[in-house]
């Protein structure tokens, strides 16, 4: 099932929206998403529904998903780095990994290469607002 979930992750990134960082839980699933084309609510739709799809080709059964979804909107770009940190951190929090790498349903598709220099304040602003939002 988690597979099946960051295929789709990984699909829309290239496709819909630009996916900063997934975390794909045994529960639910967090993804911190810059979107700019579509409605937040139409890539929340299409991520469900395409891996929906999938599931149903593995055989799975396809009601995995709650009718809606919580959000927050990140109006501060000093937040974005924060929100990305917690993102990856959350199988270590919740007991899954001993280490954010180590857990292979999560990461950050546009930066593929990130590495623990990224816990960093300095360095996740760098990588963060630097790279993505073209400042420097």
Known sequence: CALAAVQVVRWVHGTHSRMLAFCVMPD????????????????????????????????????????????????????????IRYVLMNPVRAGLAEHWRDYPWSGSIEWPDLDDSFMDDAVAERVVISQLLGTD
């Open 28 to 83: 639910h699933v967090h993804t911190v998403v810059l979107n700019r084309r579509y409605p937040l609510q139409s890539v929340v739709r299409l991520l469900k529904r395409e891996t929906t799809q999938r599931l149903k080709c593995l055989g799975v059964s396809p009601t995995i998903w709650q009718r809606g979804y919580h959000d927050h909107v990140i109006r501060r770009k000093e937040c974005l780095f924060e929100a």
